[in-house]
């Protein structure tokens, strides 16, 4: 069974960083895709970035191009997303999720097959 655990999520003020990670355990194919998307109540979970395990092909959202970076460990089968220069409008809650299926548009949340349960970042001063 794979599960997906997130950590890495809490409160930072307006401009801050926080790194969130993404544990995979359990069996999974080598090709395979991880994504990072966000909720707050009343909206649609949105996708903010995802990863391609195999090649490191990244897709990011246009809201948090230049702020966000998605990077992996293999061996360890944990996905990072550093997040700098955080402003109200991330705060979310912030789950991951793991697709089999890498072909075009893959970064989507109808895509992904497996989901944490996520982890609240909250950005106040």
């Known amino acids: 069974q794979v599960q997906l655990v997130e950590s890495g999520g809490g409160l930072v003020q307006p401009g801050g960083s926080l790194r969130l990670s993404c544990a995979v355990t359990?069996?999974?194919?080598?090709?395979?895709?991880i994504g990072w998307f966000r909720q707050v109540p009343g909206k649609e979970r949105e996708g903010v970035s995802c990863?391609?395990?195999?090649?490191?092909?990244?897709y990011y959202t246009d809201s948090v191009k230049g702020r966000f970076t998605i990077s992996r460990d293999n061996a360890k089968k944990t996905v990072y997303l550093q997040m700098n220069s955080l402003a109200s409008e991330d705060t979310a809650v912030y789950y991951c999720?793991?697709?089999?299926?890498?072909?075009?548009?893959?970064?989507?949340?109808?895509?992904?097959?497996?989901w944490g349960r996520g982890a609240l970042v909250t950005v106040s001063s």
């Open positions: 999720a793991a697709t089999l299926s890498t072909s075009v548009g893959y970064c989507q949340r109808v895509r992904m097959k497996y």
């Open positions: 359990g069996f999974i194919s080598d090709y395979y895709a």
């Open positions: 990863i391609k395990m195999r090649d490191g092909s990244t």
